[in-house]
């Protein structure tokens, strides 16, 4: 079982830059990829980013790919979502979530565990 808890949301301007957080409990989370996924009001959650256990493999979606990075660091159990330059379009609830796949996991069906999300609003 793993627990997951995002933090960093907040209110943003257009342009600016946001750094989320994701806390993991248990001892196996270097086995995890960690995935980041979004949802915005009226909208089905969308794929933002993954990375891989080892953290030597990150994939992103196309809409960030260039202004969002994603990182981790086992030592802390935790996951990192660095986003730059952003646009209103990024308003969403985000979401960690972890996997026990090995595959590319860009589906919310290919993770097990989800944290409740924390809230993104990009202000023009």
């Known amino acids: 079982q793993v627990q997951l808890v995002e933090s960093g949301g907040g209110l943003v301007q257009a342009g600016g830059s946001l750094r989320l957080s994701c806390a993991a409990s248990?001892?196996?989370?270097?086995?995890?990829?960690m995935g980041w996924f979004r949802q915005a009001p009226g909208k089905e959650r969308e794929f933002v980013a993954y990375?891989?256990?080892?953290?030597?493999?990150?994939y992103y979606a196309d809409s960030v790919k260039g202004r969002f990075t994603v990182s981790r660091d086992n030592a802390k159990n935790t996951v990192y979502l660095q986003m730059n330059s952003l646009k209103t379009e990024d308003t969403a609830v985000y979401y960690c979530?972890?996997?026990?796949?090995?595959?590319?996991?860009?589906?919310?069906?290919?993770?097990?565990?989800w944290g409740q999300g924390t809230q993104v609003t990009v202000s023009s």
């Open positions: 979530a972890a996997s026990n796949r090995l595959q590319r996991v860009i589906l919310p069906q290919d993770y097990n565990y």
């Open positions: 248990g001892r196996t989370f270097s086995s995890y990829v």
């Open positions: 990375i891989s256990g080892s953290g030597r493999y990150t």
